[in-house]
Structures are given as C-alpha cells and as structure tokens.
C-alpha cells in the first residue's frame, strides 16, 4: 500500500460554540498535489491550522510520514517539514524580503544577522523553481503575486517537503496562476507533497491529483481521484446541491449616463502618477467590469470613486452633479457603495459584532437612529435579516467579525453595501475568497441590482467573472484605461493583451 | 473592634484635662524630610520626653492631599484629643471649619492667618535664618557671588529667601546673588544641577532652604568643593568639609509655650494668637561651624553675634516681604 | 432583549472576578502588614471602619467617589476610541483655574446663573487643554500619551504661577491661594455634618448620561474609531475632527470634576489641588470595562479603598505607602483576574458539544 | 545676565549639565526602546526605576561596593519589570492600566521598603557615589573635555550601550525577531518565534535598564535615596523612545534635548531671567511637544503596539 506524507484521523476542533472542525480525515499522499476543497467556514483553513501547529484540536491524531505525531507550534511542524502558505500573507511589510525569510531562523554566524548567505541561496532556489523576488526589496513594494513568492521561497528556504497552500490562487490573476501552477508542478516532480486549498474547481481539476472536500467541518466522501470526477460532482459534495455555473443571456437594460469619470488624475504621496487621466462612464443598468494586473490603480480608482482620496485633477459626476471634491461621508448619502479590497483594515470593524458591522455606515440614518440613539430593535431586526438573506455562517448576530471565515466576512460587507439601495455600486474584487456558491450568489446578486438600475464598476482579477456578467469591460494599465471593449464575443487573450499594456480597442485619449 | 472608635472617642473629649493632654500632630510630610516636617516632629517627641506624663504624642505623616486634611482633623477631634496641630498653611480652612464644630478642642496651624478662640497660629520667622544665612553668606563669599536654592516657593521660604539677599546686601553691597526653585520639595538630582550650575557660574557659598532637594545642594558643595550652608538641621556631616554652618529650627520652645498655655487655661483667652519661632526664643538658631570653626574669621563671627542680639531685641531693620 | 444581554455582560465582567481578585491582594497586603508589625485583621477592619463605618464615613467615600467617577467616565470615551488620554491631572487643573476665573471675575452675576456659568467653564477649561493635545494629535500626527503627559506638568506649573500671581489672593499674606469662593457658589451639602455636597448627583447623571451616550450615534461613532482610522473613514467618518471632538470632550469631563472638587469642597485654588485623580481615573475607567456601569462602581470601590486606607494609616499607623503598595497591589490583582476566565474558557473549548454547529446562523441550506 | 550666557564657561557647564540631566533617562529609554519595539508600552518604568535606585542604594550601602549596587538595581528592575511583563503578555491585561498600577506599587513599595530598612533618622544615610572619571588624554581638551570626558563611569556605560542597543536592533537574529513581533506577531509564531517569550524579554531588558537609570540617581549622581526622587523621569523615557521614533541614536539626541532643556532652565533662572520661575520649571515639557510636534509625521508605530497577541484569536 502507499505510503502517506499526511495523515489525519478524527480531528475536531470548535470555536466559541462553532464547530469548525468534526471527525475529519484527511490523508495527503507522497508526492502528490491535493486538493481541499469546501464552502465559506467549512474548515478547511482550521484544518491546515492544525497540521501547522497553530491551533491545537480537541480530537484525532496526526501521522506524518506514518509516524504519529503532536505538533503543538509551526516550529515542530516546520522541523517536520511542514510548511504553509497563509490565505493572509504572513510577512512583516516594513522588512525586507531576506528578512522575511529569515525570520525564526538560527543565524549561522553566532547572534548575527547574515544576510549575504541567506541571500544567495535564495537566489539558487528562486532560479531552481524560477520564483522571481528582489531581496533587498521590502515587502511594503511588492505586488501580491510577488508576496505570494516570498511566502513559498521562505517554505522552500526551510526545506518542507509538505506544503500547504490556502487560497493562494484567490489573489492571483490567470498569468500569475499559470506561474504558480508551473512552479507547483516543479516541486511534485521534486517529490514535495502539496496541499492546495481554492475555490476554482477548473483550478483543482487542472492541477490536483485528489481532492478532498468539507462542508460544515465534515469531511464528505473521502478523497477523490481528480481525474473520475466532474465539477458538478465536487459542487454538489461541497454545498450538497446543483449550483447553476453560467447565466442566460441577458436582455441589455442600460438607461441613460450616471456616472462620469472625467479626465481623473491622480498623484501619490511620492508625487508618482497612479490615475493618469481616466476616462468612462456607467450607465444605469449597466455593469463595467474593469480588468489588470493588480496594482496597476485598481485601489486608487476604488478610493477616488468613493471620496477617500482626493484626486489631483479632473472631475466625478453623478446624475449630472459634481462629486469630487466632496468627503466620504457625502459620497455615502449620495449612494455610491463601496466593496472594498482590504476586507479587514478597510471594510469591516473587526472588533464589533456582526450586528454592528451591517450599520457602521448607516448608523446615523433614520433606519437605525432616532433623535441621535441607536434604535437596536431595528439594528437587530436588521441584522437578523441579512444573515439570513446572506447565508452568513456563525454562531450568531453578536460573533465579532474577526472570529469569521474569510468568505463570511465578504458576506457581511456585501449584505451591508448591498441593502443600502444604493445608485452606484464600486466593487473591488467582490468575489475574492469566496466559495463557487457564494461566489455565484454575489454575481446574482450584482446582476439583480443591475436590472434594478443600479450603475456597477466591477473590478475582478477573474476574467472569467468579468465575461460572464459585465455588458462593458474596461482594461487599466499603469494607471491609464487602455481600451472599453463591448462585452461581445470578446476573447480573453484579447483582454489579456490590453492588460499586458498593448493599445487597441475604443481608445480614451485626453 | 473599630466600629464603636469613635463614641469611646465623644466620652473621652468630654472628660476634663487631669489626665495627659492628647496632642496629635498631623504632618503634610514625611517624619522624615529632613526638613520642616521632621523639625517639627522632632520638637514635639522632645517635648513629650520633657513633659512625660503631662503630654501624650499621636501623629500622622503625608497628609498632603488637601481633601484628607478635613477627615483626619475630624477623626482626631472626635477621639477627644485636646491639642491638634496642623503643620501647613493649606491647613487653615478645614482648622477654621472643624474647630467651629469642635469648641472644645484646641487647634494649632502651622503657618497661615485666620483664627478662632480655639485656635492658633505659629510660624517661623525664616527671615531670621535668611538674614543671619544672608549675613555670613555675604562675608564669606571671596567671588563676591552667592546663591540660594528653595524647592516650592511659599510663604516662609518666600520670605527666608528674601531676607536672605537683602542681608547679604547689607554687609556686601556689590554682591552678585543667584537664586533658583525647583518647584518641588523631592528632586533631589534637579536640585544638584542647579547648585552645580551657581557654582559654575561662580558662586563660592549656597544657602538651600530646606527639603530634600537640599541634600543635592549639599552633595554639589561637596562634589565641586565649595561652601554650602544648611537648612533646618546641623548638616555638617553631610559633607563636613563643606557645609560650614546653616540654621536649625527648633520647634520646642513654641510647642512648650502653647501646651503650657493650655494646661494653664489661657490658651483661649490669649490675645495673641501668634506663637512665632524667632532667633529670640532660641528656635531659630545657627549651626556650628564645627571642623570650619578656624577658617571664620573673628570679626565674622562678632558680626554674626551681632545680627542675632539684633534680631533677639528687634532692632534690625528688615522689610515685610510679601507677595 | 440585546440591550439587557450586553448591560447585564458588562456588570459581570466588572463586579464578580474582582472580589477573588482583592481577596488575595489583601492576603498579600497583609503579609506585609505582619512584616512591619501591624496586626491585619485589626489594619483591614480599620480600612472597612473607614470606609463605611458610620454615616460620615460613608459621605467621605462618596466625597471621593465623585471627581473619580466623573474623570473616569471621561476617560473611558478617550480610551474606547483607542486614544490614550492620560492627561487628566492637567485637564482637572485648567478646569478649576478656569471656573475660577468666571467666578472670581464675574462675582457680581447672580449665583443661580454664575454657577451654572462656572461649570461650563470648567468644561472648557478642561476641554481646551485636551483638545489642544488633540489637534497636535490630528494635525500634527503627535502622540497623545506624550503630550497630554507634557501638558500634565505644565498645567501644575501654570498653576503654581496663577496661585502666586494673578490669582493670588489679595488679602491672604502672600500665602500661594486665591480668594475663597463666595458662599452662595459652594456646593450645597446634601448631609449636614458631612462634606457630602451636590457633586455626586451631579456625578451620578453623568454616569447615567455615559450610559445613554454609548448607545447614542456619537458614541458608536467613537467605538468605531476605536476599530481603526482605516474604516471609520470608510464610515464616512472625518478623523481629524472626531479626534478633537473625542478629547474635548473627555476632557471637558476631566474639567467638570474639578469643578465639583473645588465648588464642593475648597473653595479655592492652592498647590496640590489635584491630588493625582488622573491616575486614578485611569485605573477606575479600565477596571469599569470602559463601561459607565462599570465605573461607577469602581470608582466607589476605589474611593473606599482611598478613604478607608488613609483612616488606617492614622489609626492604626500603617505607613502610608503602604497604603498606596496595597492599592497597587488591588489593581495589578484585579486586571489579573482575565487569567481565571481565561482558564475557565480554555476549559470550556475542551468540552464542547457538536450539536452547537447547527445553532448557526444562517448557513441553512 | 547676557553677558554671562555667551561665556565659554558657561557653555561648558550647560553642556556637561545637559549630559549629566540626560543620562538617567537615557538608560530608562535604551531599554524601553526593545519593550516598545516589541509591542509593549510600558507606563510602570516610573515605578521600575525608583525599586532600582532604592536596589542600587541599599546593595552600595551594605556593600560599600558601587558595582553591586548596580547590579542589584538591575536585577530589582528585572524582577520588578517581570509584574509588567505578566500583565501585559500572560494576562494580556490593558497595558496602560497595567503599568499606571506598576507606578503605583513602585511608589509606594520603595519608600515603604526604604523606611523599613533604614528607620527614620534624623539626618539620610549616604554613601560614596561613582566618582568623576576623566578620561586621559581627551579629558584635557580644551573645551570638549569638560563637556564630553569629564564624568562618572555610568555615563559613559550610557553612551556606549546605545551602540550596542543599535546593533542588537538591527544586526542580530534576536533584534529582528524582537521588530517581527512589534511588527506582526502571528507571523513571527507562524515562523517559528516564541512570541510571549520574545516579549517577556524585552519588558525585562526595559527593565534592566530602567532599574540601571533608577540607580544613576542615587548612586551615580546622588549619593542617597529619597522616595519619589525619580520625579516622572520615567515617564519622559516612554516620550523619547517615542519622540526618537524607536532609533537608539534619536533616543539619545532626544533625552539630551529634554536633559539640555532643564540644565538650561535652571541656569536662566539662576541669573535672573526675568520671568517666573514656573515658566522656565515648564519649559522642558513644552520643549518636548513641541519638537514633537516637527517630527511625528513620519512616525510608524509598530502595527501590534499595545496589542496582546493570542494565537487563538484572530
Ligand atoms: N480563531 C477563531 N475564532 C472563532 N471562530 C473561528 C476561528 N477560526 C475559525 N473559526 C470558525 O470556524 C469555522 C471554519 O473557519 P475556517 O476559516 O476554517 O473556514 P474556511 O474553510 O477556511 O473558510 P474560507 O474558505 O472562507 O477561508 C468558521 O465558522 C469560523 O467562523
Ligand atoms: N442592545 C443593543 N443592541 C444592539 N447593539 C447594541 C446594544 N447595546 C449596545 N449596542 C452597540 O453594540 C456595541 C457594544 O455595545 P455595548 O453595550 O457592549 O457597549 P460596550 O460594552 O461599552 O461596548 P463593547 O462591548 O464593544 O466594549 C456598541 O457599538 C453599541 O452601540
Ligand atoms: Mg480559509
Ligand atoms: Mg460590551
């Protein structure tokens, strides 16, 4: 019989009344890619937690390499050769990449740092699994592909053999993810044993060699051999119903001009251009998707659009009034909702209970305020009816944000964002982490307030999503808008041209 | 147990004064300041040695949250004690307050101006001490530079520092003097920088009035090898080669006399509700100068003899200094 | 039905740990007491005599009770927004000079308007001197803890000046105080024969006020602020403004209960005014969860350790610094008390049940 | 008066004074530079150096050894520093509260244990402190000898462990993982770094070398212990670890500044500036906001600065 790099047996583990984990099996053959797969709070990251040495279960045992073990902190777990890549970075921005991967580590000459060795043989490992970082550079400067790299460099650097990799693809655009895939590829031939958690089925399909699936913390029908089986297989193991791919074609029900966006310009704190005069305009009804490679201004057009940065030069108009200039608060009344890329700095108040989160912009209006208190009846009521609506999983209205899983945290700004009935909504990434379910359910739910006639700016970093339900897409590069395609028989590659910086399409000139 | 404290306390306020006279002392310091919570302390334990049987001493030390004041004057007073001395001016409201409500009682407050028949006030005259300090200070100087370091400026040390200059004006008049407050009475560090900072700048003799911020004016003699004078005590041992004198107060003459003036019933009665500790009544009085006895000269000396029998017989002209 | 759920969690989380928690920091007390030769048992029932022994015992606590829980109160707003006001002493101070002020200048207005008058400008006086430390923090980016510390001395210095220049009091022999007050300011005395004066009704609104205020927009406002500048400005928050707003006001409170300790009790300005309620106000608005319930009680039960403590010292003659060692020792013993919950749900963890997860909400399919 | 501030003696002595004033709170800051670098704000190092200058005194006084004085201060400041260390990290209690009740107790417990030592007497005891040390050569210079090479030993100490501070910052594998878990704590325990253990160390350190600036007051600059003779200079340590942006250099430029601030004060009210004393006594502090004020833009706290760190919690 095979022999096993992982094995887990009856793992449970609960968190202030939710059961995260129940009686899972887990096993991770030698030399293979597996995937895991489940919905939103199905476990899965607990899970690779617990193989890590981050949380300690109240049941189960764990076998690596056929040898029982107890890992009670990652530093057993890396001496096992062990390592993960966390579903949010874990690396120290004000250092730089060396520092990063030394962290933890022994020096080799006595107490002090030595950066030169570590160095070099970062650079052999790079060249041997071509993952390309500067590592002098500090983590504050790299892109979130290229922090994805330092995470598996610095694995790598610590000779696992084991990796775990949680969501790494969430963060990536296709390109990226070929690299990434490649790179995975690379190490299994190395005979390196790869867990591999996402939420693209094509994704484990492509790339995993078996997959195994959670839903509720449970382990359902063993692990799978990719190739006997289908995307609709997994989806119905994962969330134990048919969840429709693909939507019908729509009928265009785009009315007249909403939003303009004017020959936006914008500087940074370094003086360096990021928006260089952007044009577009949405129209009621309509959804413009916008692609390019992250960091190309995506986040500064989110903040312009929402007022949280004042924009150098140019102008934003809804209905025909003058926007820019005024402040966030202004932005709100007017109706222009936000889903933001930083889920947990920028859109929710980590500390504060789910009930609180869905008011934190709209505490003052008449819906949850009287004469200047709170009207927690309606708070609650509000709250109540949303987590429902939303299918949030938790122990319930008062769990802090910060005890959710990442796709419920989603769930919970675009339930807030979403019932503020608003007339423009910016939605950065709105998909990202979240399950096919939930991930599907959002799509509907932007199309719904589409036909509703809501004007929809819709940045994603999967095309896939971007055809499937925008009427326009729109490609950024560097900061200028390089070509507004009609969302007709365009093909990816198309798009992937534009975002790779070559001009074509409706041009935007200024 | 605690709870019936303070009937027990009514009874014994009532009873009339065969038995010692319950004296309780109430220090905004600590006993042990080196300085006008310590003189004090220590005249009252002397005179209760002297007066064994005749007086019982209670005290309380670091009283110095004036809201406490009130409470710890109203505890005393309904334990029936029958002396209560308050040894700081910002006692003088709640002595006011309370000896209204307690008539029988007496009550003594260490500096301030406000009385009631039940009451009194005593003080020291510093500007005895500045003046005689001032005097010396002004003939030993050989730079013809001198100064004075003082912690909180209040009243008395206000007026001892004042003395202090003019006096040395007096026997010196093209006399430069520096003067200087840390602003409170513990740093004792600040203080040593400062002295330092006089000497530096030429001083040759320091006059600190008082505290432990004076500790570090004498450890700065010491350390730059120059003349300090001290405050409240005899320091000279501090640092013997350098501290050539200074005042000591002390306070059992006054005590003696209030005590006296209760246990003969003419306490209350008594016009005069100033008991004042004077280089007169031997409360105020100059330092040896110990080992630094032969480095003074004689006419120094004679000129200092002199100050004191003029301040004894108020003959030396010195203005009232007030803010 | 969350109203009474999230009150009723706040007063367990402020009363019932504590209890153990003093237990031990009186066993600890009491070993020193031994040490120095004083009998505990008779020390620890002198402290309680002192603290509620009889009528004026009880007013003296309250006495005390009150600035404490004003300033606290005060303090827990600047605290639950994550700015670290600790410069309450300074903010006290400046609230007296200023109520002063009015009411030695403006003596002539009738006392039920001038009181009422010097009361606000006891607000501002306070106010001012932390909203100052708030622009430096907004504008200028400039820690809070740092300046409202450096404000704190140079408001003792300013007084120190104002109560030998200015301010002095003309016919007072050059002593360092103003005048007193006249009668018809003081504070009305709500037990005769004690110093129990109007003050702690006045505190008492507040608390009730405090606890209105956190269920009002504002205060949610300052909760969020206290969950990061990042997205409260996603709120629609404006920072800058709200942290000015945020100390001017507990500040402002730190002034009132100045107010109410010279209106109630001194009736004018001297040295040592303050006597280090700051700290106090620190250590009460924490150990009252930041919660108006809270705080009332703390600050109650920190008035009696203070007032029942300085009995003992006189009584009983314990050092005073012992006293203030035992009050150390109290709070270091009470904020340790997370370590028992801590423990208890760590316990709980282990024996969970799993039906709990279809309690869940939402996740329904 | 101006005619005295502009001779070169009195410079001399305001520098040396500066010096002088700047190195307890100079040690006091080294130290808490690696607490607060670590994530910890610790308001108990008032309370911290006065247990150590009460330690540094009573191991000289019974001794007569300076040197084990020094070391008992610092042991006092790690022991007394470990109280801090278990609120803030084991308890992970509100670390404001933590160290207001670490001042307190301090206050109290040193004056109470100096009375029970040494009694009430009616005059304080002293001993001999660290003499002037002039260094050969360069103490004879001209003008910078005095100012620079003319003091006792401990201020040198001072000047050389913020050398050494910068280098175990910056140089070191401990350094580095002392930055990671200011920084982003989970992700020093995801590699591999004993996060409470790492922090239980640098509130100690702090402690240390509060406990060693406690001692330069009563042993190094005075020759006796008053209680509350440390006088906030615990506090002013906690403003210029801040104010020097966590940099041992600036930390030094810094307590110098405050330090040169109060020498100078002293020295205008000596001569007789006309101006109440109060305003000079206050000029330190408002000095210390306001170049604050010049230099907080650029100030990045670390992100987990006051933040308890449980793995479970996230
Ligand atoms: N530290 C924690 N404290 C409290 N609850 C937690 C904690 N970690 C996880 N949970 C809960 O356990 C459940 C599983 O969480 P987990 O993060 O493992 O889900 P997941 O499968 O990774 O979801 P996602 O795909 O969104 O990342 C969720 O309901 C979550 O709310
Ligand atoms: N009955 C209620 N229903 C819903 N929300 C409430 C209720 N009471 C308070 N809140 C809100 O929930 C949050 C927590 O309120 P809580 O009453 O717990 O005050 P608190 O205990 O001081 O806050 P915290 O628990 O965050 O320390 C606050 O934002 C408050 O506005
Ligand atoms: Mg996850
Ligand atoms: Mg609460």
Redesign the pocket.
Known sequence: MQSYAVEMKGITKG??G?I?NNQVNFRLAKGSIHGLL??????????MNILFGLYQPEAGQIFINGTEVVINNPTQAMNLGIGMVH?HFMLVRPMTVVENIMLGLPAKRGIFLDKGAVEDSLKKLSEKYNLKVNPKAQIRQLSVGEQQRVEILSVLYRGADILIL??PTAVLTPQETAELFKILKLMRDDGKSIIL?T?KLEEILEIADEVTV?RD?CQVGGEKITNQTTKSDLTNMMVGREVLLSFDERPDCTGETRLVVDNVTLKNENKLLVLDCVNFNIRAGEILGLAGVDGNGQKELCEVLTGLRPLTSGKIQLDGQVLSGKNPSEYIKEGIAHIPEDRHKTGLAMGFDITNNLIIKEYQSPRFSTGGLLNFKAIAANAQQLLNEYRI???GPE?KAK??????QQKIILAREISSSPRVIIANQPTR?L?IGASMYVREKLLEQREKGVSILLISADLEELLQISDRIAVIYEGRIKGILKNKNVSIEEIGMLMAGVESGEKTAC | GCGNKEEKATQGGKEDGKKPLKVALILPGKIDDVSWNQAMYEGVKALEKEYAGKIEVTYTEQVYEVSNIEPTLRDFASQGYDLIIGHGFQFMEPIIKVAQEYPETKFALGTGFKTLPNTCVYDVKLEDGGYLMGTLAGLMTKTNKIGVVGGADVAEIYRGHEAFKHAAKQVNPDIQIQELYTGDWRDAAKAKEGAISMYDAGADVIWHSGDGIGLGVVDAGKEKNKTVLGNVADQNVLAPNNVLSGIAYNWTPVVKEMVDDILNNNFTNRDKKFYWLTAANGGVTVAPFHGLDSTVPAEVKAKLEEVKKGLANNTVEMPKFEK | MLNRKTSLKNIMVSIAPPVISIGLAMLVGALLLLFTGQDPLEAFKTLFWGAFGSTNRIAETLVKATPLMIMALGTSIAFKSQLWNIGGDGQFTLGTVFAMLVALNFSALPAPILLPLSFLAAFLGGALWGGLAGVFRAKFNANEVITTLMLNYVAVYLLGWLVRGPMIDPNGHGFPQTPLIQESLKLPILLSGTRLHFGIIIAVFIIFAGYVFWRSTIGFRIKLMGEGHHVARYSGIKISKTIVLIMFISSGLAGVAGWTEVFGIHYRLLDDINSGYGMLAIVVALLGNLNPLGIGISSFFFAALIVGGSTMQRMVGVPFSLVSVIEGLVIIFVISRVVYTQWRDRHANRTFNPGFSHQ?TGGGH | MQTELLTQGFLISLLAGAIRTSVPILFTALGDIFTQRAGILNLGLEGIMLMGALGGFVGTYFTDNLWVGVLIAILTGVLFSLIMAFLSVTVKANQVIAGTALTILGTGLSAYLYRSIFGVQKLPPQIEAFPALKIPILGDLPFWGPVFFNHNILVYLAFILVIVTHIVMEKTTFGLSVRAVGEHPRAADSRGINVPLVRYLCVMIGGAFAGLGGAFLSIGFMNTFLDQMVAGRGFIAVAVVIFARWNPYRALGAALLFGGANALQLRLQALGMPVPHQFLLALPYILTILVLLSVSKKAEFPAAYTVPYSR???
């Open positions: 968190f202030k939710v995260a489940g919905e939103n709070g199905a476990g899965k990251t607990t899970l579903q949680d969501e958690i939420h959670l913390g999983k938790a122990s769990a005890d959710l899983s990442g796709g419920n982490g399950d | 869940s | 479970s919690e996230r």
